[in-house]
């Protein structure tokens, strides 16, 4: 079963603006990642950050994690038309090593050139 | 970056006839990998965990005897869509794990049934 939410569920933006999307979950984690899907495709991993850690930025991409809240956010600044997937978090309750991920809902970002 | 092939992309088959998906490592040794399904739109939801060597567990809700999963190897999953009906069409999304390492997911396989 789905672990949480994503919001927004959709998110249409212009090229340069950021995009930020938000990840709810419900129990204690030990990690967390957000991964792309282009229509039709596989998952990409993005980025992971651990429970004991507050923000992580790779590249565009700045992830935020409060556990008190239970929530995450992934925010891609400078956005480009590539940029335009769905984009899942993933929570895992476990560390690295065969863990089972349980998905949100997704958020789809359409960024138009 | 580690890469998971998925075959075959795409398959489309009568209704009644089983259809096996491969998913192999292509570069690691996994010791875990993952079958996920895809309504359109919507989440992956896990179907089941396969360890090498072991018997897969399934998630509840899964039948076992429908979706046959093999791991004979580090390498290669399999997973067997058994007499197919249509409202087995989705898509199947497998992933490849190892120590210390995020899954790998491949490109998925999108299965119709007629």
């Known amino acids: 079963s789905q672990q949480g939410e994503e919001d927004p569920q959709a998110l249409s933006i212009q090229e340069g603006e950021n995009a930020t999307m938000n990840c709810s979950y419900k129990?204690?984690?030990?990690?967390l990642q957000w991964y792309r899907q282009n229509s039709g495709r596989g998952l990409v991993h993005l980025i992971l950050i651990r429970s004991n850690e507050r923000e992580k930025h790779s590249g565009r991409l700045r992830v935020t994690l409060d556990t008190s809240k239970k929530s995450s956010s992934l925010l891609i600044t400078a956005s480009r038309a590539a940029d335009t997937a769905s984009y899942f978090c993933?929570?895992?309750?476990?560390?690295?090593?065969?863990?089972?991920?349980?998905f949100g809902g997704g958020t789809r970002l359409m960024v138009k050139p | 970056g580690a890469v998971v092939s998925q075959h075959p992309s795409r398959v489309i088959c009568k209704s009644g006839t089983s259809v096996k998906i491969e998913c192999r490592s292509l570069?690691?040794?996994?010791?875990?990998m993952f079958w996920y399904r895809q309504f359109p739109k919507q989440s992956l939801m896990l179907m089941a965990t396969?360890?090498?060597?072991?018997?897969?567990?399934?998630e509840q809700g899964v039948e076992k005897d429908k979706f046959l999963i093999n791991h004979a190897s580090l390498t290669l999953s399999t997973l067997t869509v058994t007499s197919a009906h249509p409202e087995d069409s989705s898509f199947y999304i497998c992933?490849?794990?190892?120590?210390?390492?995020?899954?790998?997911f491949g490109d998925g396989t999108r299965l119709s049934i007629l």
């Open positions: 129990t204690s984690i030990n990690n």
């Open positions: 993933a929570t895992a309750i476990r560390p690295l090593a065969g863990n089972m991920l349980t």
């Open positions: 992933s490849a794990t190892r120590t210390g390492q995020p899954q790998h």
């Open positions: 570069d690691f040794q996994a010791t875990t």
């Open positions: 396969s360890n090498e060597g072991s018997k897969a567990t399934y």
